[in-house]
């Protein structure tokens, strides 16, 4: 099983906000930065967030992150049809001396 | 423009080696952080190993410690992984990526696949 943990998948229609979380620990989230990616069906996956709530250049500003404590979150917002994909939070684990993902949230567009 | 092509994969019986190379180009190749991540068919990703841009220290998951090794060069501004010992469980599509570590992976390769089988 994956060391940050994900719900499996999450849902919403056109428009709807969505909220995808990701819970790990002190030795992960609670101290290092957490990191998103977007992987749409059968691409290479893309940075979504980086540093826990920085957008890079070319992502729209639809998608938010945000971290409290151990736990962090990817927020949705006027959801499209092209968000259809897989989403992953990751973070540098001290403990481990690597870096941890989440199993992944399928994400569908009703 | 920023990019990193992989390349090497192939058919392997398990017990092989395969070694596969990621070029990379449109970047300072030596000022940049490296990682190896892969994702075995139907499943999520998976951090394989993460070289800094000095390649002075080396990690690796546990599940491929002791079998994989990863390195760069700099002048060449390539990427290498080899690995020894593969296991059926080891096939997967093989991404490099550009960062990793504490900090965002920020540019990924379109993938080379593995397959381990007799």
């Known amino acids: 099983q994956s060391v940050l943990t994900q719900s499996p998948s999450a849902s919403g229609t056109p428009g709807q906000r969505v909220t995808i979380s990701c819970s790990g620990s002190?030795?992960?989230?609670?101290?290092?930065?957490v990191c998103w990616y977007q992987q749409l069906p059968g691409t290479a996956p893309k940075l979504l967030i980086s540093r826990n709530d920085q957008r890079p250049s070319g992502v729209p500003d639809r998608f938010s992150g945000s971290k409290s404590g151990t736990s962090a979150s990817l927020a949705i917002s006027g959801l499209r049809s092209e968000d259809e994909a897989d989403y992953y939070c990751a973070a540098w684990d001290d403990n481990l001396r690597g870096l941890a993902f989440g199993g992944g949230t399928k994400l569908t567009v009703l | 423009q920023v990019h990193l092509v992989e390349s090497g994969g192939a058919l392997v019986k398990p017990g092989g080696s395969l070694r596969l190379s990621c070029a990379a180009s449109g970047f300072s190749f030596s000022d940049y952080h490296m990682t190896w991540m892969r994702q075995a068919p139907g499943k999520g990703l998976e951090w394989i190993s993460y070289?800094?841009?000095?390649?002075?220290?080396?990690y690796y998951a546990d599940s491929v410690k002791g079998r994989f090794t990863i390195s760069r060069d700099n002048v060449q501004t390539s990427l290498d992984l080899q690995m020894n010992s593969l296991r059926v469980e080891d096939t997967a599509v093989y991404y490099c990526?550009?960062?990793?570590?504490?900090?965002?992976?920020?540019?990924w390769g379109q993938g080379t696949t593995v397959t381990v089988s007799s």
């Open positions: 990526a550009r960062g990793g570590g504490f900090d965002a992976m920020d540019v």
């Open positions: 070289i800094p841009n000095s390649g002075a220290f080396k």
């Open positions: 002190r030795s992960n989230i609670g101290v290092n930065y």
